[in-house]
Structure formats: structure tokens, C-alpha cells
């Protein structure tokens, strides 16, 4: 939804794209928007695997990498001149510009993928949220009687449709409202689930948990160890989202001051913000129910009372996940609508936009494409179908953050630091660098294959469509 322009020169910047009016505030509110989703839910099952002192200690060293390769990045948004130089309007951009060849074309495999993934795991995640309300108000009229089994399949539906009709918003510009509308629901869940495991704490006046996690003897060796690797990968997807930082800070208004600056300044209140967060409900949820805690901290506590309050942190989380799957996806769906139009520019069906007026609001319109109808709405329905085949959250974040982590978040931002500064080899900036980049390869390899041995696990006893809660 637009406003319709009264004078066109004025909303399109010097390059002929519209205008940005992104500030540090709303660029702050997208970042938010993307990191605090589903993976703040399995923080304290992930401190459970590792303990107290692994656990937090894993946490801060991802909010660490992951501030200081989002800095280099924010850096690779212009070439050349920071303030006059060429915009690069995508993530791949950026890599085009800096590195090119071969590079590009694993870039852009690694980054559409994974925001293929991410839409499926939101759409889980949405779920379980939505049972929960269905369980615990089921709970409360029946006095815990009944069961309260329900499927999954017809909220990740609803959930499918709404998508589709949000889909349509064209880009990250006219998302600035959604995004800001679900920071906020991410801040309440994120403290309704802190606060109930502080009230728990509270009532039984025990700290739960141990500095080592659930201990050998409660589960195998082996499935210790296993466990323990996808617990870093799911905390690694929680802090996976820099693979769409350039698209997000090309919302950013001209300077000044630069677009660079502005990003970094958003970065770093994010970053606070979200690493707070994460460390109070990770740890506080750890606490409270100790090594049983749950894969969802929500959907998984023991008591339903006051069931109100845990519906609204569950109605939250899918308001906030809804938001989070456009911020994520919308770069997909550019590419490949440009994709087309680079192809294909003289096709009516994807060229073509019809203006439909809303009736009561005279200076606005919403202009719907015909191509970009078809093909989002294709794209929902994809990731939707595939999240009711394969329902497993916990494993599903664990691959992600695996997969994300390393090149998307370590690997690419740093090579492009390295070749837009052309850093000299061998000098400390360059070792440094490499030594970062080596490390986290290993740590991705680690929860990759923690993760995949938990999926084999669990797809054993899975049945595809008749999953319920």
C-alpha cells in the first residue's frame, strides 16, 4: 500500500529507485524485527544442553562476531566513496562488487536457501504458538480433563494465507509499519515468557540447572554430545540475520549523515538490546525449569495459569512471526522479480501492475502485479506445504544456524573487508580475520552435524501431515 505521488521526481532518489526514509530508529526496528523471532523460544533449552558456563558464554561470543562482521558489512554498502559511491541495493551486490565470479553465485545459493528455511520455520514456529492458545484455554474449561489434542496443519493454513495477502506489499520501504508493529509483539512475549519464569523462580526459591547441563546418566554420552552441537546451532541462528543487513540498510535516507554510519549505530542498539534479551529469557528460563526446559519456553512450561497471559505472549509471537517472514523473505522475492523483468521486459504479465482503489481512503491505492501475485503466492504455499511435512522446530533452527553462520555471517563480510580496505596480507588486520573465519567454520561444522543427527532422530518416528500437539 503506497501513497499515490503527486510529483514523481520527488519520490525517486538520483539513481531512479524511490526514495528511502529510513531512519537509525526504523532500521533499528527491521533488525529487531528479524533477530528476536522464533529462536529467542529455544535459548533455554539451548543453556540447558551446554550449562551455566558454556551456555551464556556461547551467547555473548556469538553477539560479539556477529556485531563486528554487521560493522565490516555496513562498510560494503557503497563502492568506493562511503557517501557518493555505488549503492549495492542486495546482499549479493555487494558480494558482486567485491569479490565477483564464483563467489556471487555461492552467495546468492547460501543466502536464498536459507531465507527459503527461514519461511518454513517461522510457519512452524507459528504453529505451535497457535496450539498452545487452542491447549491452554482447552486446559481451562475443562479443568485439565481432556486431552486438548490439536493439529498443526490448520494454523500453519491460516498462517499460509495471511502471508499471502502480505506478500503483496511490495518491498522492505512499505514494511516499515509491520516491522515496528512486530518488534513491539517481540518485546512482549519476550518478556511475558521472562517473567513467568521469574515468578516460577520466585514461587519455588530454587535456581534450577547445573554448570555442566543435563548430565550423562539422564541421557547417553552420545546424546550429550550430539545435543550440545545443536544447541549451538540453534543459539547461532538466533543471532543469524546478516545476510540481509544491506537490504535493510538500503531503506536508510541519503546522507548525511552515511548510510554506513547509520547502520552501525542501529547495529549496536540491536545488538544490546537483543543480546539482553536473549541472556534474560535464556538464562531466567533455565532457572526456572531447570534441565527439563523446553524446546518452545512458551508452549512447554508446566503450569497453564494464567492462561490469559500466556495467550497473549503466544498471540505476540505470531503477530511478531508474521512480520518477521516478509522482513526475511521480501529479498527473495526481489531477485527474482527482477530476475524477470531483466529477462523478460517486454511481458505484460510481469510488467503489468493493476491500481486498485481503496474505497474511503482517497489518497491511497495498492498496486497489485500480476507476476508478483502468482509468484509469492506460489512461494507461501511452498514453504507452507514442506512446514507440514517436516514439523520439527528445534532441529529445523539448529541446521539453519548452521548452515547461515558461517558463510553468510563470518566468511563474505569479512573477504569483502578485506578486498574493499585491501588489507595487506599477513599484517595482524588480515590474521585476525582469517583466525575469526577459521574458528566459526569449525563451530558451523559442529552444529551442522549435531543438528542433522538430531533430525534423523526425530524423522524416525515422524508422520508427515497428521502432527498434533
Known sequence: MVKSP?????????????????????????????VIGSGVLSLAWAIAQLGWIAGPSVMLMFALVNYYTASLLAD????????????????????????????VRICGLFQYVNLFGIGI???????????AIHRSNCFHKSGRKK????????????????EIV?????????????????????FTYSTIGLALAVAKVAATGIVKGSLTGIPVGAITQTEKIWRSFQAIGDIAFSYSYS???????????????????????ANLISTLVTTSFYMLCGCMGYAAVGDLAPGNLLTGFAF??????????????????????QVYCQPIFTFIEKLASTNFPESKFITKEIKIRIPGLRHYDCNVGLFRLVWRSCF????????????????????????????????????????????EKWSSKWIFSRLLSVFCLFISIVAGVGSIVGVTLDLKALKPFKISY
Open 6 to 34: 503527486t510529483n514523481q521526481v520527488d519520490d525517486l532518489d538520483k539513481d531512479g529507485r524511490p526514495k528511502r526514509t529510513g531512519t537509525i530508529w526504523t532500521t533499528s526496528a527491521h533488525i529487531i524485527t528479524a
Open 166 to 186: 502480505l506478500s503483496q506489499i511490495p518491498g522492505l520501504n512499505q514494511l516499515w509499519w509491520l516491522s515496528i508493529v512486530a518488534s513491539v509483539m517481540s
Open 243 to 265: 545476510f540481509i543487513l544491506i537490504e535493510i540498510q538500503d531503506t536508510i535516507k541519503s546522507p548525511p549523515p552515511s548510510e554506513a554510519t547509520a547502520m552501525k549505530k
Open 304 to 325: 497453564y495459569n494464567p492462561f490469559w497471559l500466556l495467550d497473549i505472549a503466544n498471540i505476540a509471537v505470531v503477530v511478531h512471526l508474521l512480520g518477521a517472514y
Open 76 to 103: 560494503c554498502y557503497r563502492s568506493g566513496d562511503p557517501i557518493h559511491g555505488k549503492r549495492n541495493y542486495t546482499y549479493m551486490d555487494a558480494v558482486r562488487s567485491n569479490l565477483g565470479g564464483l563467489q
Open 121 to 131: 520455520g517461522y510457519t512452524i514456529a507459528t504453529s505451535i504458538s497457535m496450539m
Open 380 to 423: 507461501v504455499v511452498t514453504t507452507t506445504v514442506i512446514a507440514m511435512l517436516v514439523p520439527l522446530f528445534n532441529d529445523v533452527l539448529g541446521i539453519l544456524g548452521a548452515l547461515i553462520f558461517w558463510p553468510l555471517t563470518v566468511y563474505f563480510p569479512i573477504e569483502m573487508f578485506i578486498a574493499q580496505k585491501k588489507i
Open 147 to 162: 486431552a486438548c489434542h490439536t493439529s498443526s496443519n490448520t494454523y500453519m493454513i491460516m498462517f499460509g494465507i495471511i
